[in-house]
């Protein structure tokens, strides 16, 4: 079969045709229908030779939506058969330890230990025709909803959903939410926001097509992600600033700005993995302000999302690429190119 993968350090991606997967007992194969396109990836392919941490080559694609192609033993007994069109929950974890038991296995405490790594982030990604699913719970299945418009909803949905869970008894009516970044993350966030919340949400990214999309999908303000950006925020709110702060970029001017438009009492999520750090420390943000860096979200929270989606509360952007032009669609983003998500389809 045809897929992309990442095979040298500092090289782009190639697609290749490698070995057809079995299913192994217990393991899931899916026909993969769509896989996103994740700026993640590219922070991955931009890491240094000495400490890279999965094994090269790497099928990329960490966001699926397949059909279920073949079952290994055992694999039927929670009654998922041939031809169901099912969405993969991409954080693995062990299934059985005190986080896994909360179907929180992101935070999984023994992934490590047992080299347990996510589909494209360490085991054969989605961005193939076929791939295997560790295990059954890891699949949610879609009912009916549009593969190419809920595959982003597993990453791009589910991390800004988690983000904005924790956050939701500060972002009550009266409330302002900032999201810092526009792009496939963010501009599910603000769907998600205004679907979740009463809250003003108040959107900053650097060029004005993303500014234009984020108004589309729903930002009551879109406005430019520059170092006047935390006054006009401050200006916007009548000098309170924001209940709530997303950073989908993470780089120091953004993680910055996060800081400095936090309200007294707000939290400041710092999502996008730009290696942006934020001091915390009596005087540094207003006062009381809760900072973290969450990692994707929990096996309930999917459910959650593609509920929230089947109510029609969220419309992914997406543009589509075939397999072979899957390496464009990585250039594209990676020069702040596409609009929403990429997704690929590696069946056609
Ligand atoms: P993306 O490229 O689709 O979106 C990023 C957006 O940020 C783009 O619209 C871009 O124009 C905008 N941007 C760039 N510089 C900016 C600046 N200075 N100010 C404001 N906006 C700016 O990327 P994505 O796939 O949505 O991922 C967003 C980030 O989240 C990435 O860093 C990614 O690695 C990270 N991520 C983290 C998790 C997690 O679990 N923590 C999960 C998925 C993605
Ligand atoms: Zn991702
Ligand atoms: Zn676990």
Redesign the pocket.
């Known amino acids: 079969m045809k897929a992309l993968q990442y095979r040298t350090v500092g090289a782009a991606p190639e697609v290749v045709t490698v070995p057809d997967p079995e299913p192994g007992p217990g393991q899931v194969l899916l026909k993969v229908t769509a896989a996103g396109v994740?700026?993640?990836d590219i922070?991955v392919m931009s890491w240094p030779a000495e400490g890279f941490p999965y094994e090269l080559p790497l099928t990329l694609g960490h966001e699926g939506v397949g059909t279920v192609a073949g079952l290994g033993a055992g694999a039927d007994a929670t009654g998922l058969k041939e031809g169901d069109s099912v969405a993969v929950y991409g954080p693995w974890g062990c299934g059985t330890c005190a986080n896994c038991a909360q179907g929180k296995e992101n935070y999984c405490l023994r992934a490590d230990e047992l080299g347990i790594r996510p589909p494209g982030l360490g085991a054969p990604g989605s961005m193939a025709e076929y791939m295997i699913v560790d295990d059954p719970r890891h699949l949610v299945p879609i009912d009916g909803l549009d593969p190419v418009a809920t595959v982003p909803l597993t990453?791009?949905g589910l991390?800004p959903y988690h983000a904005i869970k924790r956050s939701l008894p500060k972002l009550v009516p009266g409330s302002t939410a900032v999201v810092?970044?526009?792009?496939?993350?963010?501009h599910v966030a603000i769907q998600l926001l205004r679907a979740m919340t009463a809250a003003r949400v108040i959107a900053?990214?650097?060029?004005e097509d993303?500014l234009a999309l984020a108004r589309t999908v729903g930002a009551h303000e879109a406005i430019l992600?520059d170092k006047d950006a935390a006054a006009k925020v401050r200006e916007l709110t009548g000098g309170r600033g924001a209940e709530a702060v997303f950073d989908?970029?993470?780089?120091q001017?953004?993680v910055e700005t996060a800081g400095a438009v936090a309200a007294i009492e707000g939290d400041v999520t710092l999502?996008?993995?730009?290696g942006g750090l934020l001091p915390v420390g009596f005087g540094a943000t207003n006062f009381e302000v809760s900072v973290t860096?969450?990692?994707?979200g929990s096996r309930g929270e999917l459910i959650e999302v593609l509920d929230l989606a089947r109510a029609g509360a969220v419309s992914v952007h997406t543009e589509t690429y075939s397999l072979d032009d899957a390496p464009l669609a990585y250039e594209r983003?990676h020069d702040?190119k596409?609009n929403g998500?990429a997704v690929i389809l590696p069946n056609g």
């Open positions: 994740c700026h993640s922070a990453d791009a991390t810092i970044g526009t792009g496939g993350l963010g900053l990214d650097v060029t993303k992600s989908f970029v993470g780089v001017p953004t999502v996008g993995i730009g860096a969450p990692y994707w983003l702040g596409i998500r």
